[in-house]
């Protein structure tokens, strides 16, 4: 009676060790979620580019949009805030593998940086595990707001900026 209670257990034992571990990825199947990073500034000098007069912004809010290739219907989308540093990161269910997925701006909490500067108001983002990169993280380059005036200083940067090209 012991051997055929031992062997009973050691039978459901495996058969758990078994069915578990299938359960769990019939609910989630891609495995771990992708977190998208990016940082969102504010263009001070109004140049297209960040430089060392840049301001990086807290509270802008992030969109990550997945849309399908052909009909460019919206298939996905979840929003994300920037933290102190002006630096999102946003969790993003699911393998998007056959959608263009991008970062895009939403808003900026500043009122003289809330106009989002053309060219620099999304970023394309991989978010498919069958490209080769084993990592969960993704990295979005980063997106801005422009200052609705320069900041005093900004000719000079960009001076030195050109002498540096120069040489």
Partial sequence: ???????????????????????????????????VRGRVYCDTCRCGFETSATTYIPGARVRIECKDRKSMKLMYSVEGETDSKGTYNILVEDDHEDQMCQSVLVSSPIADCKSTDPGRDRATVVLTRNNGCLNDQRFANAMGFLKDQPLSGCTQLLKKYLESDDQ
């Fill in 1 to 35: 009676m012991a051997r055929s209670c031992s062997s009973l257990f050691l039978l459901l034992a495996m058969a758990l060790c078994l069915v578990l571990p299938a359960a769990l990825v019939s609910a989630h199947p891609q495995g771990n979620p992708f977190r």
